[in-house]
């Protein structure tokens, strides 16, 4: 089957430690996203990237970083400098030429970051 | 910038009743509308979608309407069951590369109550 795959689902990290967050697709798209959800914030747009050894910062880029080496990967660092961490995490993909045009965005199911 | 506003934030409603949850945006450029269900610890998931040289579209329970003068949208589900349940999100957003990422509401969830 097609789909997003982020992981681990859950993920636990001291205070002050980057951590890396996975996400992989098999959906062939171009452009991949990274955006972070809060409760009752909606969903904001950390990076994206529209093809390979590409991205640009999204609305809310600071204390994150992203590397796009591979078309299918698109793994999102969560640096110490980032300062309210905890939050849930969605990896997204869009077919269409250069990242979509009226396409809509595939998720995945998304990482609960927690940092205390 | 594109701003997508969101209403109600929660909404209650009795199994077979309608549900109706409005969003506004404030770029007339704005030309793709989508609508994303999320259930609890999952991604959201894409049921619906309008174009803006589109008035409506339906498909079975849940339709979708716009009103480009207004800059407006709206959901609609009909005959609500208990798995209507969920977090439902509108988006906008316009042309290509940057200026079609989607700009999404803030949510609304919605109870269906058996």
């Known amino acids: 089957d097609g789909g997003i795959t982020q992981s681990p689902k859950y993920l636990f990290r001291k205070e002050g430690q980057n951590v890396t967050l996975s996400c992989e697709q098999n959906l062939n798209h171009d452009a991949m996203y990274w955006y972070r959800q809060d409760p009752g914030q909606g969903l904001r747009l950390i990076y994206y990237s529209q093809i390979v050894n590409d991205f640009q910062k999204g609305d809310i880029a600071e204390g994150y970083s992203v590397s796009r080496e591979k078309k299918e990967s698109f793994p999102l660092t969560v640096t110490s400098a980032q300062k309210n961490p905890t939050a849930f995490y969605l990896c997204a993909s869009r077919g269409g030429r250069l990242g979509g045009y009226n396409s809509p965005l595939h998720f995945g199911n998304g990482t609960r970051l927690t940092v205390t | 910038g594109e701003n997508v506003e969101q209403h109600p934030s929660t909404l209650s409603v009795q199994e077979g009743d309608s549900a109706v949850i409005k969003c506004t945006y404030s770029?007339?450029?704005?030309?793709?509308f989508p609508w994303y269900k999320q259930e609890l610890g999952k991604g959201p998931q894409l049921i619906i979608d309008?174009?803006?040289?589109?008035g409506e579209k339906k498909d079975q329970r849940i339709a979708v309407t716009l009103n480009k003068t207004a800059k407006h949208f709206s959901l609609h589900i009909t005959e609500t069951q208990p798995e209507d349940s969920a977090v439902y999100f509108c988006a906008a957003s316009r042309g290509r590369g940057s200026q079609g990422n989607l700009i999404f509401g803030k949510g609304t969830k919605l109870s269906v109550k058996p």
């Open positions: 309008i174009r803006s040289n589109v």
């Open positions: 770029d007339s450029a704005s030309n793709y």
